[in-house]
């Protein structure tokens, strides 16, 4: 089959936004449409361009025998803001307004769309780091971990409240929730992952930290790193964050219960270093 240079742009495309963060040989391309490398070469170059005009990532070239192509997806700071604006419309009706200040996040995190864009803003503020794993305790962290993972191209684990016949051999430690100051547990496969990784932790809600620091603990039992923090949405903090560097989208100033008010604001995720308030 001869290839149009269209066809072969369309493929091409197809193909590197479908494998995020993964170094693809410009062989795998020349073989697969029958032509030269100095052709696809140019072929990629155009696709280049797209993705910096359109503002949908970067394409990196890595020279040498054991080089190539690698797509980054990344988003503007102003598709960013104009994200977490539609997180902050969608949670600012009064009827999600929940006992104890929390919110009805449920239908969100079931968004498919939104939440690849959560995802998305996620995986352009880490890009730079090296990101092996995701990590987010069950349940309503775990949307928002398969979206991140989806664009850094990483496996998720997540981490249970109890130990589960199904999981092996386990990993578990107590930890002191941050908001109820209540001792529980975090339960983890050891299996899940492997001694030196980069772990990146996310969960859908944030009041002091309690959870994200269990978490954090966790990853240091299995002698991994913390290559940083993603929340959707925090909360206003009375009280010191036991978390020092976390990105958050949105954050919770203040809800009035008896008036049905709920005050938001944009998060951190601007931030220089996405370090907490």
Known sequence: MKWKRSERLVEMTRH?????????????????????KSSISEDLTIVK???????????????GAAGGVKYIPLVSDDMAHGVIRQ?????????????GGYLYMTDLLGNPQLIDKVGRLFATAFADQQIDVIMT?????????????HHLNVPVVIVRRDSKVTE?????????????????TMVLSKRSMKSGQRVLITDDFMKAGGTMLGMRNLVEE?????????????SEHSEKVLVEKYRSLVKLRQVNEQDRTIELEEGNYFSEGGEGA
């Open 16 to 36: 590197l936004l479908e494998h995020p963060h993964q170094l693809i040989p410009l062989t795998v391309f020349s073989e697969r449409f029958q032509s030269a």
């Open 49 to 63: 361009e797209t993705f910096e005009e359109s503002g949908a990532g970067r394409l990196l070239t890595v020279s």
């Open 87 to 99: 997180l902050i419309e969608e949670l600012s009706h009064s009827d999600r307004l929940l006992p």
């Open 137 to 149: 305790v069950a349940t309503k962290g775990i949307p928002i971990a398969h979206a991140i993972a």
């Open 168 to 184: 092996g051999s386990t990993v578990s430690i107590n930890y002191v929730s941050g908001s109820a100051r209540r001792i529980q």
């Open 222 to 234: 299995f002698g991994c790193e913390l290559a940083g923090a993603a929340v959707l949405v925090e």
